[in-house]
Each structure stands twice: as structure tokens, then as C-alpha cells.
């Protein structure tokens, strides 16, 4: 059996014209059938390699947290097994430690190996925690949406117990909702409330109540009674069935001695419904709420899922019509959409400019046809892979189509113009498209070939970064790949079958141009082959003049995008009650509500901090904003800034402003600027952040600087008399626990209501514990049966302490924050703020960026490390496929242009160098080769068929220069809707489109005069 050859393979396809259209009807077919199924999202779905453990221990101070919680559970999860990172916060009363894992590491598995570290440690842990909650965390796990629901007709108590009991049931029903989380919702309980005068008065101690509790209201398994005939179960109500019958239950012991005095649990507390926790409130619109945050499953459809929730929404709010309202505080589905419509937009509008390139060229809609139907068998063929990959529909992957459909026409382009010229020669269309192809066969594969050399280093970044490119080097890679089985294959079976001979002397308009063109590019070529040496000193100095205008270009990691959305985060000092908090944040609320251009708003404040509070702002569309002095629509930096202004004169509260870009590529804090300061001593960390934070203030860089420590917290220590104790016969513990029971609340039992669980939680109530001779007042029980207030047993001491205790990697650190100021970059600002550190910052301290700052310069390393991979890899490929070591030298020489035109434009068009525009650099470098080895490949051509170095080089390019022209207009029409993008999501396409068009369209013009020269330069005579 012969050889198949590149002949025979397209003779193959031509032939057997209807199985060729069958390939791309199914392609396109089932490409629909994928894009029907895809989801949606706004970013890819990525495992996020982080596992947060979240632990409670009321009453715990920062310290306890941290001494006896933190350390315990950092030591137990260091040996699992690719640990990054681990950062810890140590609250009071509560722990948060992250566990950052390298990206290769299955999440699923690194749950629960740190859960089974945890295990391992428990009878490290205080016996008093709340079992620790393991979860894994992920960017893409943020709420997609939040409803308020408000009432005027219940009490806060029982809208707590609605929305947890039937509401929140309804919606964790939806299809693609994973969670259902709770904001500003506290747990409703049933509340015991010791009096302090009964207790004193009938001689009982708290954990008297306790202990009944414990043992008067309990219910067990109770087995089954048998029968030779029959079975029955057997159940023994040992739980009170309602309020009043827990109420009357019997305190039958005193301190473990019998009680005989019929004493009941009402006698000496009050029993109510009530809430576990009233630090913790929530607002919307200026109304007391409660917030429903949505997430999604992995891989589902965001815009759908948002829609189904507004569905459900409705038939909510109808069946409790008369008793809640529920509304739409924040809904990034809408953006989502949006922006994926916008890109859609641009996709199509992108087809259609390259059409009308197409068009310009070939003069015939006929054959323009023929071009643009390898838009739809690629970018829709493109879709089956991705359904395949399992990815969505979001940012990237429609980025990388957008870009892809200039550049999936170039193959055809070149494929149909060769067939074209061969037919302008009197041959028949099916010779022509023979021949034409078998002709410009090699230099499709060599191009399709490198450009997936040159992107495909990208699938093998690191880090989360790599994984979300991951997805945009497929989709390019695979829309790229389909383009070039359509050019050797469905494009000459067209043009056999379609296309009619064409007599040598008909000239179209275009034709005439073009020939005209030529005929100048072939003068200007035969002067600079006379002028080599001459020509490569003017080209290296007009690209080094260049370079250097181009110098200072800002850098970032992500621009900021209008969104719609605008966080803002409150702090106020530390101590204030969540009474006086909830007042300053009404005050927060009123310039809030006066922003013309507001939709809704979300906040709330308490939880573990009181002092602290967050609110989502989720602004009108951009379309529909009220226009500034300028007379231009506001944008949303516009509007932030205005409101950082107008937070400025609050009293008593801090607002501050956070850029969202960057959360949704980082788990943590998510500002462009975190820089955490680690040592040993916190008051050397205490000095040392100070003084960065006053330098960082100077910098105009940067605004709302922050830091997360914060001292002055205001603590009462209760210091035991251990004589004083031992002579009334009380131990510490016994201490401990009354003061933990009275002041912090203990859990005694649970109690059923209406068909769901309750915790039974004894608590002073608040009025109780107002004030800390309170404390002294409390009495404990010693080992002779006696009553003893704390007040001969401990003294008190106020001290200030700290609010919250950080530590990164086992060590203790202070992390400061910032945003970036207007057209501000971001890389000069950590350059500053490293020079600072590495000069101010006393010995045994250091300072570490962290965040989207330390991924900043890990993401420029790794694309600078791809981009310098796929050179080399695309010189391997080249180097083989010619056979020669020289020959992919001069077609490299296509680079430094490449890169040096896409940062002049991004500088001219005051864009920044980010990771958008860096992808767009690494794409652009591909396209740059793609011509270069269209000239070369003929080149090289002709010299085998017996020119001369120089004549083939004048015959190759010039005849050449028409599809290096139609391939370079084409891919930077496709570009160009990018470019001008003006709606949602614009602020990443823009910088990459600029580069593409730079890039390319630099490359092109230096290209065509540098590379025949360095070939004639560098290549040895062609010796047959």
C-alpha cells in the first residue's frame, strides 16, 4: 500500500466530498449539542487548594485561642503532606486557621487527612470546644447571590425561626444550589436565665441548674417489648414536651447532696425562646434583615442557577406574602450575564469584521464564504471540547474564542488564496485546490504547529493562576487545532467543488491593488537586500527608540473592572457594644442611600468582632447611571471614590473601600497591596507595622491603607486567690466553670419545638452581666456544701489587650492592606514597600507579601518562564521540520517585534501590563511566527526548484504578501471588537486585544523587511 502522503490525504477529502461535509456537520452539531449543556460562570471552576478550619470556644480570649487551639491544630496538620502556607487568626472566642495546599494536591483527600490530624490531636484540644468544622474554600464557592428578607409582623425571634425552619429548606432544594448560607442569623434557643438573688437565696449554684437539666431532661433509646405474636417499640419521654413542663422540673440535688424541698427549675431561673447570639446584625435598605447567600455547584450554570432562585423568590414572597418581603440585595449573576452576552456580542461582531476582511480581499461574497464557514466548524466545534473538558462557559475560555476567531480564518486564508492563484493559472478548480493545497501544506502544519508550541507551555503554569489559563490554553489550543484540520480538508473540498475556473486576464479592483502592492514591496525589497547590514542597524534602532517609549508601562495583576459591585468594610473601635455599633452603621447606611446610582445594599456587623461589619453595594448597570460634570456616565472607581471621600467625616467608624477585582483569583483578603511583617516579639511587629504603615501612608500611590492588628481591646482578668481558695475549700475549675456558665453561657440540652431541635443554653441574662461587680457577686459551691461569692475568692484587673492574634507559617505576623490609587502600578508600589522593609525592619523581623501581591509576581515569573518556553519549543519544531538549525533563527526574529509593538500600543492606550495583556503577549508571539514562516516555507520552496537565494527571496515574499496581509487584518478585526469593548468585563478584553493588535500588526510591517534580510544574511546558498 502506498505511502499517504499530503497529496493523497487532501485528494483523500476532495474526493469523497460528502463525508467531508459530514465532518463538519458534525462537528457543528454536536459543537450546539455541547454549548446547550455548558454552564456558566464567571470564572473557571478551579479547586481551590485551601482547607479552612473554623473553631469555637466561647469565651475564650485571643490568647487562650491561640495557646491552646492554634498551636495544637498547626503542629497536628504540618504533617499532611504539600503544605504550602498556613495562616491562622485567633479571635475571641473564636479560631480560624487556613491550610494552603500546592495545586496538584487532591482537595477531597487534603480535607480529610487534616481531618483525621485534627482527630489525631483532640485530646490535645480543650474539652470544651465546639467540634472543628473542616471545610475546603474556593473563589468560586463565594455566594453568587444575597436576598434580604425583612418583616414588620415578626419579632426578630421569629423570623430567625422562619427563615431557618421554612424558608432557607425551600431554597437548598434548588437544582445547582450547593449552600445556603445565613446572614445576620442567630440561632434561635431556649434560654435559661438564672436569678442571681433566687440562686443566693435558696443556696444553688449554676451548675445546679446545669445538672438538672442534664439529668431531668434527657430521652434514650428505650429498645422494644417482643412477643411470641408481636412487637412493639418502646419510648421513654424523659424531655419536657413543652416551655411550662421544663419550667416545673424538679431540682431533686443541691450540690450533689439530695434535695427534698420541691424546688423547680422556674423557681429560680426564667425560661424563654430566645437567640443564641444578639452580637450579630444584619440591615438592608435601612431595615433590620436577614441575608441568604447562595453558592453554587461545581461546574453548574451560575446564570441559571440565579434564575431559578429569583423564581423560587417569587413563590416565596406569595406564600408568606403577608408576613416578609423579600428582595434582591446582590446578584453577580446578572453581571455574569452580562458580561458573557457582551462577549458573545464580541465573538459574532468579530466574525463578522473578519468577513468583511475576507471580503475586501478576495472580492467575491462566494469565496469569502468559503473563508468565514471555518469560523463556525472551529469556535462551535470548539465547544465540544470544552463540554468534554468539563469547563464553562466564563472569562477565559470566551476570551480565548473572541481572540481565536482572527486566527482561525488564517488557515483557510492562506489555503484558499494559494488555491486561488493556482487557479488564476488556468487550471481547473479540482488541479487548483489540489495543488494549491498540496503546496501550502507544510506551512499550515508548521504554523498551526507553533502556535500551539508557544501557547501550550501556559497548560503547565502553577499555582491557581496556571489552572484558570488552563482552561484558556485549551480552548485556544483546541479552537486553533480544529482550524487547521478545516483548511486541509473541508476548504479544498469546497473550493473543487464550488469555485469556477477564472480566466488569467480578469483582474478585480482588489486584484489590481494588490499587484500594485507587490510590485512596491518587491522594490522595497530588492534595496534592503542591497542595504542588509544598513537596514538591520536602523530596524535594531527604530526598535530600541521603541522600547524605550514604551518605558514605565504600569504593572498589575488585574485591572480594575466596573462591576456593578462595591464592598465596603467597617471598623470602629474596640470595646464599643454591638447596641452602639449597629447606630454607626445606620450612619454608614444614610450616605449610602444617597448615591443616585445605587440598586440595593446588604451589610451587617457583630459576629465575632463587634466592632467590625461589612456591606455589599450592588450598583444600577453602567448604561443606567446618572453622568458626572464631564457629562460621562459614572463608573464605579468614580463612585467609590466618592464615597470614600463622604466616609471621611464620619465620627466614631472607619468605611473603607475594597477593590473586588482581585477576590475572585484569592481566597484571602483579596487587595492588590498585602504585605504581612513576621518576628518573634509583637512588640517589635506592633513597631515595626506601625512604621510601614506610615510610610505606606505617603505613597500616592496607594489609598486606604489598613492594618489588621488592632490593641486596646478592653479585658477583664479574673485572678483566682489560690489561698483564699483552698482555705473555703473551692477549686480553680470550679471557678472556671461558673464564671464560663453565668457569663459565657454553657449548653445543657436540647429541646424539640414544632418539630425541630433547640439548644437549651443557660446564660445570665444581659442585664445581669452589665458590669463587673457583677462578677464578684457570683457564688460557688465548695466541697463542704457551702456557698461562696467569687468576691472572697478572685480579684479583678482591667487591662487593654489585643483584638485578634495572626500568625503565618507558625509565626506571629501583622498584615497590612491597601487599594491602588488611579493609573497607579502596582508593581512600583511593592517595589517601594520592599526597599522600605529591606532597609527599616530590625533584625529577626521580616516582611513577606501575601495574597494577590505575592500572585502578582508569581504570575509574571511563570508566564515570562512560558513565554521563554514556548520560543524554545517552537524552535525545536521549527529546527525539524526544515532541517535546519539557522532557518527557525530568522523566523524568530519575529519576536522581539511581536512584543515590543503590543507594550507600545498598551502604553499608548494607557493600559497596564497585567495577566490579560501578558496572555496577550504570549498569543501574539505565535502569531508573529505564523508569517514569517509563510515567507520562509516559500522561500525555501523556490530555492529547491533552482532559484537563486535572492531571486527566490524576491519571487517568495512578494507573492506572499498577499495572505500575510488578509491573515494579519484578519486576526486583528477579531481583535478589534475586543478592543472597543465598553460593557461589562471590558477592563480584561481591552488589554489583550491591544496587544494582539499591536503586537501582530508591528510584527507584520518589520517582518516583511527583516526577516528576507536575515535570510539572506544567515542561510547558506541553497546547494542541490
Not at 495545586?103 to 465546639?130: F, G, T, W, Y
Not at 492606550?909 to 503577549?921: R, Y
Not at 496587544?995 to 535570510?1015: D, E, K
Amino acid at each position: 500500500m502506498s505511502k499517504l502522503n499530503s497529496l493523497d490525504a487532501v485528494s483523500f477529502f476532495i474526493k469523497r466530498h460528502v463525508f467531508t461535509w459530514m465532518i463538519m456537520a458534525a462537528l457543528v452539531f454536536f459543537g450546539l449539542v455541547s454549548y446547550s449543556q455548558l454552564g456558566v460562570s464567571e470564572f473557571p471552576d478551579v479547586d481551590f487548594p485551601v482547607v479552612s478550619i473554623q473553631v469555637t470556644w466561647e469565651g475564650a480570649s485571643p490568647e487562650l485561642m491561640e495557646v491552646q487551639v492554634v498551636t495544637a491544630i498547626e503542629d497536628a496538620v504540618s504533617s499532611v503532606e504539600g503544605i504550602t502556607n498556613v495562616y491562622a487568626v485567633a479571635r475571641n472566642q473564636q479560631a480560624s486557621i487556613s491550610v494552603e495546599f500546592a495545586l496538584d494536591k487532591n482537595i477531597d483527600a487534603a480535607v480529610q487527612e487534616v481531618q483525621s490530624a485534627i482527630a489525631r490531636a483532640q485530646r490535645l484540644l480543650p474539652r470544651e470546644i465546639d467540634p472543628p468544622i473542616v471545610r475546603k474554600s474556593n473563589p468560586e464557592d463565594r455566594p453568587i447571590m444575597w436576598l434580604t428578607i425583612t418583616s414588620e409582623t415578626h419579632s426578630r425571634e421569629d423570623l430567625m425561626r422562619l427563615v431557618r425552619d421554612k424558608i432557607k429548606p425551600q431554597f437548598s432544594m434548588i437544582t445547582g444550589v450547593s449552600e445556603v448560607m445565613l446572614g445576620g442569623f442567630s440561632s434561635p434557643a431556649i434560654l435559661v436565665r438564672p436569678n442571681p438573688e433566687k440562686l443566693k437565696r435558696l443556696n444553688f449554684s449554676a451548675n445546679d441548674v446545669v445538672a438538672t437539666l442534664t439529668q431531668e431532661h434527657v430521652e434514650l433509646p428505650s429498645g422494644r417489648l417482643e412477643s411470641p405474636t408481636q412487637e412493639w417499640g418502646l419510648r421513654t419521654f424523659g424531655e419536657a414536651q413543652t416551655l411550662d413542663q421544663l419550667r416545673q422540673l424538679p431540682i431533686i440535688r443541691r450540690g450533689g447532696a439530695p434535695n427534698y424541698k420541691r424546688i423547680t427549675l422556674g423557681d429560680i431561673t426564667d425560661v424563654e425562646v430566645g437567640l443564641e447570639n444578639t452580637r450579630f446584625r444584619a440591615r438592608a435598605m435601612q431595615t433590620s434583615a436577614i441575608g441568604l447567600g447562595f453558592r453554587k455547584q461545581r461546574n453548574s450554570n451560575a446564570v441559571s442557577v440565579g434564575a431559578a432562585v429569583t423564581e423560587k423568590m417569587a413563590l416565596i414572597q406569595e406564600q408568606f406574602k403577608d408576613e416578609i418581603e423579600i428582595g434582591v440585595n446582590f446578584d453577580s449573576t446578572a453581571y455574569i450575564k452580562d458580561s458573557i452576552h457582551e462577549m458573545l456580542f464580541t465573538l459574532i461582531f468579530a466574525a463578522i469584521l473578519t468577513s468583511l476582511v475576507c471580503w475586501v480581499f478576495l472580492g467575491q461574497w462566494g469565496i469569502t464564504i468559503n473563508v468565514v464557514l471555518a469560523i463556525p466548524t472551529a469556535i462551535i466545534g470548539t465547544f465540544s471540547v470544552l463540554h468534554m473538558m468539563g469547563y464553562t462557559m466564563n472569562t477565559f475560555t470566551l476570551l480565548a474564542l473572541s481572540l481565536a476567531i482572527g486566527i482561525v480564518v488564517d488557515d483557510a486564508i492562506m489555503v484558499l488564496e494559494n488555491i486561488m492563484r493556482h487557479l488564476k493559472m488556468g487550471k481547473s478548480p479540482f488541479k487548483a485546490a489540489h495543488e494549491g493545497t498540496r503546496e501550502i501544506f507544510f506551512a499550515v502544519i508548521s504554523t498551526t504547529t507553533v502556535l500551539l508550541a508557544i501557547f501550550l507551555p501556559v497548560i503547565y503554569l502553577q499555582g491557581i493562576i496556571g489552572a484558570y489559563l488552563l482552561q484558556f490554553g485549551v480552548t485556544l489550543c483546541a479552537a486553533v487545532a480544529l482550524s487547521s484540520v478545516e483548511a486541509l480538508t473541508l476548504t479544498p473540498m469546497r473550493c473543487a467543488g464550488l469555485l469556477k475556473a477564472r480566466q488569467e486576464d480578469h483582474h478585480t479592483f482588489i486584484d489590481k491593488g494588490m499587484d500594485w502592492l507587490a510590485s512596491r514591496y518587491h522594490d522595497c525589497l530588492a534595496k534592503v537586500l542591497t542595504w542588509r547590514w544598513v537596514t538591520l542597524m536602523v530596524t535594531v534602532l527604530l526598535i530600541a527608540g521603541i522600547g524605550m517609549a514604551a518605558k514605565g508601562i504600569r504593572q498589575e495583576f488585574i485591572p480594575y473592572q466596573d462591576s456593578n459591585r462595591i464592598m465596603v468594610m467597617l471598623r470602629a473601635p474596640l470595646g464599643i457594644s454591638i447596641e452602639v455599633m449597629d447606630e454607626k452603621f445606620k450612619e454608614v447606611e444614610a450616605i449610602i442611600a444617597e448615591e443616585p446610582d445605587l440598586s440595593r445594599y446588604f451589610g451587617f456587623v457583630g459576629g465575632g468582632d463587634t466592632n467590625t461589619g461589612r456591606i455589599f453595594i450592588q450598583l444600577k448597570t453602567k448604561a443606567d447611571r446618572s453622568k458626572n460634570a464631564a457629562g460621562d456616565l459614572r463608573g464605579q472607581r468614580e463612585i467609590a471614590d466618592e464615597l470614600r471621600a463622604k466616609f471621611k467625616g464620619l465620627t466614631g467608624i472607619m468605611a473603607i473601600v475594597q477593590d473586588n477585582a482581585n477576590r475572585a483569583f484569592m481566597d484571602r483578603r483579596g487587595y492588590p497591596i498585602e504585605v504581612s511583617i513576621r518576628g518573634p516579639e509583637w512588640g517589635g511587629l506592633a513597631t515595626s507595622a506601625e512604621a510601614l504603615q506610615a510610610y505606606m501612608n505617603t505613597l500616592p500611590s496607594l489609598v486606604d491603607t489598613e492594618t489588621d492588628y488592632r490593641e486596646g481591646l478592653p479585658e477583664i482578668q479574673i485572678i483566682p486567690d489560690r489561698h483564699a481558695a483552698a482555705q473555703h475549700g473551692v477549686s480553680v475549675v470550679d471557678i472556671n466553670k461558673t464564671v464560663q456558665t453565668m457569663m459565657g453561657g454553657a449548653i445543657a440540652g436540647k429541646y424539640t419545638l414544632d418539630g425541630y431541635r433547640y439548644d437549651i443554653r443557660v446564660w445570665l441574662a444581659p442585664k445581669a452581666r452589665a458590669n463587673k461587680a457583677q462578677i464578684l457577686e457570683l457564688q460557688v459551691r465548695n466541697n463542704r456544701g457551702e456557698m461562696v461569692p467569687l468576691s472572697k475568692l478572685v480579684t479583678l484587673q482591667e487591662t487593654k489587650t489585643v483584638q485578634s492574634i495572626n500568625r503565618e507559617n507558625k509565626e506571629r505576623a501583622i498584615t497590612l492592606t491597601a487599594n491602588l490609587a488611579k493609573n497607579a502600578s502596582q508593581a512600583q508600589a511593592m517595589s517601594d514597600i520592599r526597599r522600605f522593609t529591606e532597609e527599616n525592619l530590625p533584625k529577626g523581623y521580616h516582611a513577606v507579601f501575601s495574597g494577590t501581591t505575592a500572585a502578582f509576581t508569581d504570575t509574571f515569573q511563570q508566564l515570562l518562564l512560558a513565554l521563554g518556553l514556548g520560543v524554545v519549543a517552537a524552535y525545536m519544531i521549527l529546527a525539524a521540520q526544515f532541517n535546519s538549525f539557522l532557518r527557525p533563527l530568522v523566523i524568530l526574529s519575529a519576536v522581539p517585534f511581536s512584543l515590543v509593538g503590543a507594550v507600545v500600543v498598551l502604553k499608548w492606550a494607557d493600559q497596564s501590563l497585567n495577566l490579560f495583556s501578558m496572555i496577550g503577549l504570549i498569543l501574539v508571539v505565535g502569531l508573529a511566527l505564523k508569517n514569517a514562516i509563510v515567507l520562509v516555507d516559500f522561500t525555501v520552496q523556490r530555492e529547491r526548484d533552482g532559484e537563486s537565494q535572492k531571486t527566490a527571496l524576491l519571487t517568495a515574499c512578494p507573492l506572499r504578501l498577499r495572505p500575510v496581509l488578509m491573515t494579519t487584518l484578519a486576526t486583528i478585526a477579531g481583535a478589534l471588537p475586543a478592543a472597543m469593548a465598553w460593557g461589562p468585563g471590558a477592563e480584561s478584553r481591552i488589554p489583550m486585544a491591544l496587544a494582539v493588535i499591536g503586537g501582530v500588526g508591528i510584527a507584520m510591517l518589520f517582518s516583511l523587511i527583516v526577516v528576507p534580510v536575515l535570510y539572506s544574511l544567515m542561510i547558506p546558498k541553497w546547494k542541490k
